[in-house]
């Protein structure tokens, strides 16, 4: 069995973590840790795990650190997962980090992402930075098998990189013109009350955030980069809906053939994805949406032409805790320890 701990447990990327280890054949949890909760079992906090998983929690301080865990969960905001880090390289562990603290692989490239967000530049497991793998299992799936720690990626990374990741790869769009107009349900924001999310000022209401300014705009832009084999820029405009999970990411560009037609598009789609259990390619025309995907690993691509502009339009829907969240961290765990990468994840979306 693989043996895990959860660092950060409270949250909701703690809690779903949870849910998928628990029913996992091949997994067990040993060790919860967070920093509100101590000593009270996991399931006074999220109270749908009573019976489930009902381990107690134990504070940061008082985690041991030896070769009885197998990887680690860090379900926690940036900057903690670097300091637990080496403790976890030393005791021989496997890592996963929901933040992102090792989602880029060296110094250079993690002080741009920090100073775009306002952080501190420098990082405290600076050296631990080139053995980082980013999670996205569709682009590193033979990385991933290899690594030693693995930074999951942001939820509307995932959206953005594999809906555009196709048409930049074959070079089916002009790279310049990349728009990423994305929408996500209240619960990106965590757990955490705030005044923002209160159910009076969130019902019936949308706006946008973070304009021009988002954090995930930066691992986009790397990641298609490296899909382009040159610098790209994207705009990224997200928005705050009124629904608890799901993204929904429409990603449009300009072809670089006009005559490219949207059957030509949808084939290019369904080649790079053949053989990628949690990415479902939908031909223009098919009917999709958040309910395709709600509670599921999955990633549905609705692949448009607009031959009037000239333009690509991709929808990409994921569910933001899943495969936005602790669905790709257990696809990568899977990988990682040489499993079927959709054990404990074989299931459909919430429905109805």
């Known amino acids: ?24 054949p091949e997994a067990e949890i040993v060790s919860l840790v967070d920093v509100d909760g101590v000593g009270q079992p996991i399931s ?14 134990s504070a940061p301080d008082d985690a041991t ?6 990887v680690v969960f860090t379900a926690t905001p940036d900057g903690v997962g670097m300091t637990v880090a080496n403790d976890c390289m030393k005791a021989g562990a496997r890592m996963i980090d929901y933040s992102g603290d090792f989602r ?50 942001g939820c509307f990374a995932v959206s ?10 074959d070079g089916l769009i002009d790279t310049s013109t990349i728009i990423c107009d994305a929408k996500t349900g209240v619960s990106g924001a965590g757990i955490k009350p705030a005044q923002t999310f209160h159910y009076p000022l969130r019902y019936e209401n949308m ?9 995930h705009n930066f691992e986009i832009e790397r990641e298609l980069s490296l899909l382009a084999g040159a ?7 997200t928005q705050v809906v009124p629904l608890c999970r799901g993204i929904m990411t429409t990603v449009y560009g300009q072809l670089a053939n006009p005559s490219t037609t949207a059957q030509e598009l949808y084939e290019a789609y369904a080649a790079f994805y053949d053989g990628s259990a ?33 333009r690509m339009i991709v929808v990409s829907h994921i569910d933001n805790l899943m495969k936005g969240q602790a669905g790709s961290a257990l696809q990568n765990m899977n990988v990682m320890f040489g499993l079927d990468e959709t054990i404990g994840l074989r299931r459909p979306a919430f429905y109805p």
């Open 104 to 153: 880029f692989n060296s110094a250079e490239a993690y002080a741009g992402y920090a100073e775009r967000i306002g952080r501190d530049p420098t990082h405290a497991a600076v050296d631990l930075l080139p053995r980082s793998v980013y999670g996205i299992a569709e682009l590193h799936r033979a990385e991933i098998a290899d690594a030693a720690m693995v930074g999951n990626p």
């Open 1 to 24: 069995m693989i043996r895990s701990r959860i660092v950060g447990a409270g949250g909701f990327g703690g809690a779903n973590i949870i849910e998928l280890l628990t029913a996992h």
């Open 160 to 169: 953005a990189i594999l809906g555009a990741g196709p048409a930049v790869r």
């Open 65 to 70: 650190w030896d070769d009885s865990i197998d």
């Open 278 to 310: 949690f990415v479902r390619v939908e031909p223009q025309g098919t009917p999709t949406s958040n309910n395709d995907v709600r509670g599921s690993n999955l990633c549905v691509l609705s692949v448009n032409v607009d031959p009037r502009t000239g």
């Open 44 to 57: 006074a906090k999220h109270t749908h795990l009573k019976g489930i998983c009902d381990l107690p929690v």
């Open 231 to 237: 610098e790209l820029r994207v705009t990224l405009t």
């Open 207 to 215: 706006n946008a955030y973070k304009i021009a300014a988002h954090q």
